[in-house]
């Protein structure tokens, strides 16, 4: 994520999500439209009408943009630096991000690195993930830069180009929540379990359907799953949550581990009660 621009993570939020922000503009100039024919013909209620949905609609936009900047730009809450800090991850381990080819989360991690190498794998797939918002937010994303910590692969939720075991952590930041089917997470999630070595750790970080979401996405928080199916995903996928943060109501940030191959073995003792009388 780049630094320059104290908005500009607000701004390329705004072009990829702009029919929504255009209708809550709209609605604006719809009330204002009302308070000012009230005022023409005199008529009090649809003045009040007007100033009601001209306060509803000014608390939504600025919830809106105040938001956007909380997890988008470079001052806001830093929901990678706060997954970084989860993972335990040492600064010459091998991890993974898994990206739809918006890099700034990525670009974020690597900064964490010396000698270790991030692996950003983009998953995208215009048939699973068909939300006109992730495309128009690959439009605007930054350029894959040549860092030697930095590696760039394309990939699919069932197939990611890393060998079994072979890397310490994998970063998820907003991406299950961008494949509406079940089994489609699912995938991906038993995917990033194979490429993650014994006690790995997966690093998730969504939104929920709290209710300061309901402020800034009115009826469209419905879209939104509750924390507790996202902890139940990641356990019906075979791995152990660990660790949970919600930062400010507005992102739900998980740890799970990959558990050891060992866990819960125990040596069988060849125990004989039985007494001859």
Not at 102 to 119: M, N
Not at 170 to 197: A, C, M, N, Y
Not at 240 to 257: F, I, K, N, S, W
Request: proline share 5%; with cysteine.
């Amino acid at each position: 994520m780049s630094d320059n621009g104290r908005f500009q993570g607000t701004t390329r939020h705004i072009y990829a999500q702009w029919p929504g922000f255009l209708l809550r503009y709209g609605g604006l100039v719809l009330a204002l439209l009302m308070i000012g024919a009230g005022l023409v013909l005199g008529w009090q209620l649809l003045i009040a009408l007007g100033l009601v949905l001209l306060i509803a609609g000014v608390l939504l936009l600025w919830t809106a943009l105040w938001t956007a900047h909380r997890l988008y730009d470079s001052g806001g809450l830093q929901i990678a630096e706060v997954l970084f800090d989860m993972s335990q991850a040492q600064a010459t381990d091998p991890i993974a991000c898994i990206d739809l080819g918006l890099r700034r989360q990525a670009i974020v991690l690597s900064r964490h690195l010396t000698t270790g190498r991030i692996t950003v794998i983009d998953v995208y797939n215009p048939q699973l993930t068909t939300s006109a918002g992730v495309a128009r937010a690959r439009q605007q994303a930054e350029p894959a830069l040549t860092d030697p910590r930095l590696i760039w692969y394309d990939g699919s939720i069932n197939l990611l180009p890393l060998p079994d075991s072979s890397v310490m952590a994998v970063f998820l930041p907003q991406i299950l929540s961008e494949f509406s089917q079940h089994g489609d997470r699912l995938t991906l999630l038993r995917e990033t379990k194979r490429i993650l070595k014994s006690n790995g750790r997966i690093l998730v970080a969504e939104q929920s359907g709290s209710r300061l979401n309901w402020l800034r996405l009115g009826p469209g928080v419905s879209r939104l799953q509750p924390a507790e199916q996202w902890r139940d995903l990641l356990v019906e996928a075979g791995f152990e949550v660990r660790r949970e943060e919600d930062l400010q109501g507005l992102m739900l940030c998980l740890r799970a581990d990959k558990p050891s191959p060992f866990a819960g073995q125990q040596l069988p003792l060849a125990l004989n009660y039985a007494e001859e009388f």
